[in-house]
């Protein structure tokens, strides 16, 4: 699986990695830039949320 939006570096793509995005992007720390468009700023955390929402959806759809 793509792993762009894991910048906890844990391997999994969850909250935990929104946090570490926020926290980054406060403390003017760096984070990372999940959507590749040359800055850290809000739009990465609004990418990492649509990539949990997606698979979120896609394991909700696969149960049924």
């Known amino acids: 699986s ?3 939006c894991d ?3 844990d391997g999994k793509v ?3 990695d929104i946090v570490a995005e926020m926290k980054a ?6 984070g990372k830039d999940v959507n590749g468009d040359g800055k ?9 949320m649509k990539e949990i929402s997606d698979k979120w959806t896609l394991q909700m759809l696969l149960k049924l």
């Open 2 to 4: 793509d792993l762009t």
């Open 7 to 9: 910048v906890n570096g």
């Open 14 to 16: 969850n909250s935990k």
């Open 25 to 30: 992007i406060a403390n003017g720390t760096g």
């Open 40 to 48: 850290v700023n809000s739009k990465d955390i609004v990418k990492i």
